[in-house]
């Protein structure tokens, strides 16, 4: 029969986070994992600031020529 291994947090690098006291290695999977989520959106947010700011100056522009 194989025994799981338990990891002991006595004994391993541990960090204090707002979830209380985790492993270095789980709070470095964490991290990245929140990050895969959050750069999509930081990509999307930037085009859609980026489109904005181009339609305004068109918008400015056709303003101005009248």
């Known amino acids: ?26 709070f470095a999977r964490v991290y990245v994992m929140s990050a895969a989520i959050v750069a999509p959106i930081e990509k999307f947010l930037a ?3 980026k489109r904005n700011a181009q339609i305004n100056t068109q918008i400015y522009a056709g303003e101005e020529s009248r």
């Open 1 to 26: 029969m194989l025994h799981s291994k338990s990891i002991d947090f006595k004994k391993s690098p541990t960090t204090t986070t707002c979830f209380g006291a985790m492993s270095i290695k789980e």
């Open 47 to 49: 085009f859609s600031i």
